[in-house]
């Protein structure tokens, strides 16, 4: 069994301002992503520009932290909201919310996209390979912050966590940090090395995350405050990935369907 390194969350300090890894995990996806989309458009098949992506980013960032912090007060933290409304500034603690991001930065593409006559799905298909970078840097901020504590195994593995409580673990925030990080950026990056269909890659980012997150909760502690939202098994990080699936595997469907008709006109 591994003993949790203890690990100080403040990843430098100069003066008064402390930086912090959760921060910088943000900073590293938001770089990597920014890399990627450059060269992205060196491609014949893509007609975006350097400035085009410095600007998308730009519209992402403000809705991956104005809707994750949202999205985590209200789906999973309202109480303490309402108690303390400033603690919706704390990002510095943790406390961001995937769906809530997303749903953010949807806002963001959407706006990005009608300031440059662009439909919703040009851009999402454009950027959906660069989010895994961002998602697999999070999901290290989170194993950093000791966050996301995965649930007791049933028999101890060479890879179980000691999170301090001497109870075997499993390393849940690892588990997502390759399933939503690594093997998901692998398959949009494969899928989207050559043209695909409007909507497709889009599709299959919605479909892949959204069973990847599904499948990798079964090994994650509840919130403590939720527990268990539905049946005593699915918790709310599930209940909120059916939604992404499903739509998933709808778009991708309407999408081969449109270009088999372009097809054969």
């Not at 940090?177 to 909507?199: C, D, H, N, Q, V």
Request: hydrophobic letters at 50%; one cysteine or more.
């Amino acid at each position: 069994m591994i003993i949790y390194p203890e690990i100080d969350p403040i990843a430098l300090s100069l003066g008064p301002v402390k930086v912090h890894w959760y921060g910088l995990m943000y900073l590293i996806g938001f770089v990597g992503a920014w890399f990627y989309g450059i060269q992205r458009t060196k491609r014949e098949d893509i007609d975006w520009t350097r400035k085009q992506v410095e600007d998308v980013i730009f519209y992402g960032a403000l809705g991956v932290i104005l809707g994750g912090r949202l999205g985590y007060t209200l789906f999973y933290n309202f109480p303490l909201f309402l108690d303390n409304p400033v603690s919706i500034f704390y990002i510095w603690q943790g406390g961001m919310s995937f769906h809530g991001g997303m749903l953010g930065v949807f806002t963001g593409l959407y706006l990005f996209g009608r300031n440059n006559g662009m439909s919703f799905f040009q851009v999402s298909d454009f950027i959906a390979p660069w989010v895994p970078i961002g998602l697999g840097a999070g999901r290290i901020g989170n194993f950093i912050n000791q966050e996301l504590w995965g649930r007791p195994m049933e028999t101890i593995m060479p890879w179980a966590f000691d999170y301090g409580d001497h109870i075997a673990r499993h390393p849940s925030s690892l588990y997502q940090a390759f399933t939503e990080g690594l093997l998901l950026f692998i398959i949009l990056w494969w899928y989207s090395s050559k043209p695909r269909p409007l909507m497709a890659i889009s599709a299959v980012f919605m479909f892949c995350y959204g069973s990847f997150r599904f499948i990798t909760e079964f090994y994650r502690t509840p919130d403590a405050h939720l527990g268990f939202i539905a049946f005593d098994w699915l918790s709310m990080g599930q209940i909120l990935s059916l939604p992404m699936i499903i739509f998933g595997i709808v778009i991708y469907f309407i999408a081969m369907n449109k270009a088999k008709k372009i097809v054969f006109k």
